[in-house]
């Protein structure tokens, strides 16, 4: 588990950075977040919090509008970093057992895990950084890498 968290930075790169911005004429996953006009709800902080679903459970639970202002996100390194293990323990924490493919799929979702993703390719290649790494530290990386 320990592993997984040194290597956060392996599924949290430019996926996120390169999602499309989310703006109020977009309709929400969820459909219970609602948007407001001008905001971006795109990757912000170091797990790149994005699309406004996760902005507004996000500012709910730490206490800011995350759908009014998605940018305190990227402006304050504490809620930064909150928000970041926000998400980790909201969303990836409980499918580490399954392998590092669930935390992928957990984490960029639909864009690198679905049968013609747009960004298969970079599903695998962070496994192989995956892979390289638990081979650096002498650990087993364990099966379930690709989602």
């Not at 730490?62 to 909201?90: E, I, N, Y």
């Not at 960004?119 to 099966?143: H, I, K, W």
Request: aromatic residues 10%.
């Amino acid at each position: 588990m320990n592993l997984l968290l040194i290597l956060l930075p392996i599924c949290a790169t430019s996926t996120r950075r390169t999602r499309a911005r989310t703006t109020a004429s977009r309709a929400t996953r969820s459909g219970r977040a609602k948007s407001h006009a001008g905001q971006g709800y795109f990757g912000r902080g170091p797990l790149q919090l994005s699309w406004n679903f996760n902005y507004g459970a996000a500012g709910s639970s730490l206490g800011f509008d995350g759908l009014r202002d998605p940018d305190r996100v990227a402006q304050d390194p504490v809620l930064s970093f909150k928000s970041a293990f926000w998400f980790w323990m909201t969303n990836v924490q409980r499918v580490m057992p399954q392998g590092f493919g669930a935390t992928i799929r957990a984490i960029n979702g639909g864009d690198e895990c679905q049968p013609g993703g747009k960004n298969t390719a970079e599903m695998a290649a962070r496994v192989r950084l995956y892979v390289q790494y638990c081979s650096q530290f002498g650990v087993d990386p364990g099966s379930n890498l690709t989602c």
